[in-house]
């Protein structure tokens, strides 16, 4: 059984005028890319057979919002092994799992579960420095039937791995002071 030792910061992001509003928000200026938004999350590893990130989020529009337009994608945070270079990766990645509409005004708890055996937490040579959580509407992506070889996939792909980066250097930075 993998055990562990998380002394990195865990956090939700999403972009700045998103319909979804995370708890404890701040927004992130930075002359390296488009402004981005930060929110509370938490580690709950008190079974860590059933580790998972839990965070708050409000449908901020004056509409409902359809359960199947909010996306959630959650990166776990490693340094490569010989190299200070952050890696992101983590398979967790969808829609909310919700059905229906979200209603305007209303708040969610949501827990990401992150097992030991998932994706995030395969066993590597460094122990996780953090995770992120994108949790907002859906990112603009290409149209679907062209493939993730196509090059709008590309660019949403370098994209979402620059606001990730981007994020966690922040996120990092606070939890340093």
């Keep these: ?3 562990l030792r998380l002394g990195g910061p ?4 999403n972009l700045v005028g998103d319909m979804v509003a995370l708890a404890d928000a701040r927004i992130v200026q930075d002359p390296s ?6 929110g509370a999350a938490t580690l709950d590893l008190r079974d860590p057979a059933r580790a998972k990130i839990v965070f708050t989020m409000r449908n ?3 509409m409902p919002m359809p359960w199947n337009t909010v996306e959630l994608s959650v990166r776990r945070v490693t340094l490569l092994p010989d190299s200070d270079r952050l890696f992101f990766g983590c398979a967790l990645s969808g829609r909310a799992g919700r059905q229906g509409t979200w209603q305007p005004g209303a708040t969610v708890t ?8 998932a994706n995030c937490l ?3 040579k460094s122990e996780p420095e953090g995770f992120l959580v994108y949790a907002g509407s859906v990112l603009p992506h290409p149209d679907v039937l ?3 070889d196509d090059a709008g996939w590309k660019e949403v792909g370098r994209r979402e791995n620059a606001l990730f980066r981007r994020a966690f ?4 930075s606070l939890a340093s002071q």
């Excluded at 865990?10 to 992001?13: G, Q």
């Excluded at 890319?33 to 930060?38: A, S, Y």
């Excluded at 949501?110 to 055996?117: E, G, R, W």
Aim: glycine content about 6%.
């Design 122 to 124: 395969r066993l590597r």
């Design 146 to 148: 062209a493939g993730p």
């Design 110 to 117: 949501v827990q990401v579960p992150i097992a030991p055996n």
């Design 1 to 3: 059984m993998l055990v």
């Design 60 to 62: 901020a529009s004056d």
């Design 10 to 13: 865990v956090a939700t992001l």
């Design 33 to 38: 890319g488009e402004p981005f938004v930060l």
């Design 169 to 172: 250097e922040k996120l990092r």
